[in-house]
């Protein structure tokens, strides 16, 4: 059984860097596809960033540049570094993992979720 906890979240101010932790288990996790969404108050899942199994990563426009995703597999550990937050950032962020061969950036294609971090930005 795959477990997946995150870490990392907190309330900050508009300009601060965050980072989130996400640790995984019961699967080989170098075979994963990793990706970080959101929900923001009242909205839908959002996607934020995607890394594969190569490391190759990808990001949503409204954090392209200031955010970083990144994974460990000696630790099992993948990362979410999140510079320059603003107020429109305040989500609770989700770590998944997909087993298959997904394009990454779909929440309906990931087969494991965390349990959720919240992150506050206040301006």
């Known amino acids: 059984q795959v477990q997946m906890v995150e870490s990392g979240g907190g309330l900050v101010q508009a300009g601060a860097s965050l980072r989130l932790s996400c640790s995984v288990s019961?699967?080989?996790?170098?075979?994963?596809?990793l990706g970080w969404f959101r929900r923001p108050p009242g909205q839908d899942l959002e996607f934020v960033a995607t890394i594969s199994r190569s490391s190759d990563s990808s990001y949503a426009d409204s954090v392209k540049g200031r955010w970083t995703i990144s994974r460990d597999n000696a630790k099992n550990t993948v990362y979410l570094q999140m510079n320059s937050l603003k107020p429109e950032d305040t989500a609770v962020y989700y770590c998944?993992?997909?087993?298959?061969?997904?394009?990454?950036?779909?929440?309906?294609?990931?087969?494991?979720w965390g349990q959720g971090a919240q992150v506050t930005v206040s301006s």
């Open positions: 019961g699967r080989t996790f170098s075979r994963f596809i």
């Open positions: 998944a993992a997909d087993e298959g061969y997904g394009a990454g950036m779909n929440h309906l294609t990931y087969d494991y």
